[in-house]
């Protein structure tokens, strides 16, 4: 099922749409003050009414004898209106006389009366509600003399409500007035949207024409001569348009397939343009951090390009070496035709290690090959060139083929790392049992095992399974045990045991009673090829020096880490993970 499409009004709609909601809330406004102030006056008129009947009141009671007040204002009654309630309150709140009520004696205390209550603060209150007395509605009117309250009450009928409901006159005149205007808006809009729709029409017909740019006619007014004259413009700017995206997209191309970094600058050397890798170069070859790719024009460490800047030659082209901080950076100038020129940092670091560390390994492989040939030549040379018994004969020739052994593990294992390293994807992965791997590794080092009186157990449950190469697997516990083999004494004990899983690992943990590493400061380095804990340790003991760095490269092939420390109880333990299968 497809999406619905989002409606969208076009800007004649939109425009008429804000012009009627602003015209509408102002119509709205205009209703509501006038029918509130129309209420107002007729309020006000019934108010005046009924102060007057108070004023009338009082001037009886003043001309009337002190000692009776109910008679004068019942006589006074007669000229009232006959729905007109009368009521006199003392200032204490008592209920003095009130005609609708005949036993004023059940009357409570009337100063709490919303009426009473505002006449008391600001000489007369009025209010509209339901007698407490006689459960009739009232419009009430009380005004405050120096020594009592009178207060005139209306039945709230229905005539009064009629008269105090606004005139719907006025809401008819303003209804059409509202729909006139609303006329007037839409042909305003309509002539205002008619430039913005054809310079809209103009643009899309132009996105989609990569030719001519087409003609359009725009209506003269101020909007019209603006239209114009964006057309006027997007026509100068077509010819130049494909020409600059598609420098844009080279230059684009450069900068984002390249790890380097770039910044062009201008004949005058101003920056132009850079990416973040050569602000991040920079800084770091800079003695101080800086955000102006131009400081590179003023550090001493680009001098020799600065120099060629300021003295270019025919090629157009210099380059440095920088090496600061442990790192390796190599800097180029490129001069353009225009001046203007590019400088690019690449960091080098990663291809001088390697570089290094290829030296080093050669001269390694060299210094570990030298010792087996070279005792494999003098044994073949002593044969060879002096008298000797067959007894020592057959001893030369003996120790002649243990050199050629450690020779041939030698080559062995650095195939393997090489192997491990440049081509992971050759190593086939299985389910591979753990306790039957073990059981096998047994079985082969069952005589050197005796020999050195290891006892190697384990405490791992049947079913555990790690997806991995079985030949990898295999010789990370092969070469950790003859690691303890050659190097932790006799008569020591191994322990392999699964001490933990998450989802996706399984954590092993490999440890012996042996001899431990005293100074801790080598465990960092156990895995280092050709490293050892003592100078000719691994000759005086055999092996090719290279076991524990085939551990941790296996174990790194199954997306594993691997650790050394000393056990406290003595010995060394090895804690790794594998996945699971």
């Not at 004023?104 to 007369?124: C, I, Q």
């Amino acid at each position: 099922m497809k999406p619905m499409k989002t409606m969208r009004l076009r800007y004649k709609q939109r425009l008429f749409l804000y012009f009627g909601v602003i015209f509408v809330l102002f119509t709205v406004g205009v209703v509501v003050f006038e029918r509130s102030r129309e209420r107002f006056f007729k309020t006000e008129t019934l108010k005046e009414r009924l102060r007057v009947y108070a004023d009338v009141a009082n001037a009886t009671l003043l001309q009337a004898a002190d000692s009776s007040r109910q008679q004068p204002l019942k006589t006074l009654l007669s000229t009232f209106p006959q729905d007109i309630r009368l009521t006199l309150v003392g200032n204490r709140g008592e209920v003095i006389f009130d005609n609708a009520v005949s036993d004023l004696s059940v009357m409570e205390n009337h100063l709490d009366r919303p009426e009473v209550a505002s006449a008391r603060r600001g000489g007369e209150g009025t209010n509209i509600r339901t007698s407490a007395s006689n459960s009739q509605p009232y419009i009430y009117y009380a005004k405050r003399y120096p020594s009592y309250y009178i207060r005139v009450a209306m039945p709230y009928s229905m005539s009064v409500r009629s008269f105090l409901k606004a005139d719907n006159l006025f809401i008819y005149f303003i209804a059409a007035l509202f729909l006139l205007m609303l006329l007037l808006i839409h042909v305003v809009t309509g002539r205002l949207g008619k430039s913005i729709r054809q310079l809209r029409d103009f643009i899309v017909c132009s996105e989609g024409d990569e030719g001519s740019v087409p003609s359009f006619t725009f209506p003269q007014d101020e909007l019209g001569e603006i239209a114009a004259s964006i057309v006027e413009s997007y026509r100068q700017l077509k010819s130049s348009r494909k020409k600059i995206a598609q420098e844009r997209e080279k230059l684009l191309q450069h900068v984002h397939t390249s790890e380097e970094g770039i910044c062009f600058f201008s004949a005058n050397r101003q920056v132009e343009f850079y990416n973040g890798l050569f602000i991040q170069y920079l800084n770091t070859i800079a003695d101080e951090a800086n955000s102006n790719p131009a400081a590179a024009l003023s550090d001493p460490s680009f001098g020799q390009l600065t120099d060629f800047l300021a003295n270019p030659d025919d090629s157009g082209c210099a380059g440095v070496q920088i090496s600061k901080h442990g790192r390796f950076f190599s800097a180029l100038v490129n001069i353009f035709d225009d001046g203007s020129f590019e400088m690019i940092i690449n960091d080098a670091t990663k291809h001088e290690k390697t570089s290094r560390l290829k030296q080093e390994m050669t001269g390694n492989i060299a210094h570990e090959l030298r010792t087996p040939v070279t005792s494999i030549r003098g044994y073949l040379e002593t044969i060879m060139t002096q008298p000797l018994d067959s007894e020592k004969r057959q001893a030369f020739l003996t120790k002649a083929y243990s050199q050629t052994i450690t020779l041939s593990e030698l080559i062995h294992d650095m195939s393997l790392i090489a192997k491990i390293e440049g081509a992971p994807s050759s190593f086939a992965l299985e389910a591979v049992n753990i306790r039957s791997l073990l059981e096998n590794l047994k079985g082969d080092l069952e005589i050197p095992l005796q020999e050195k009186g290891v006892s190697l157990t384990w405490s791992i449950a049947a079913d555990v399974t790690v997806k991995g190469n079985r030949n990898l697997l295999y010789s990370i516990f092969r070469n950790l045990t003859d690691n303890v083999i050659r190097h932790a004494g006799s008569g020591v004990s191994v322990q392999v045991s699964m001490y933990g899983e998450d989802r996706d690992f399984y954590y092993f943990s490999y440890s012996d009673t042996g001899a431990g590493i005293p100074n801790e400061q080598h465990l960092s380095r156990l895995f280092e090829r050709f490293y050892r804990v003592g100078k000719g340790r691994t000759r005086d003991t055999g092996g090719s020096g290279l076991g524990l760095s085939i551990v941790k490269n296996a174990v790194a092939f199954h997306r594993g880490a691997i650790v050394a420390k000393n056990r406290a109880s003595g010995g060394l333990e090895f804690l790794f993970n594998l996945p699971k299968g």
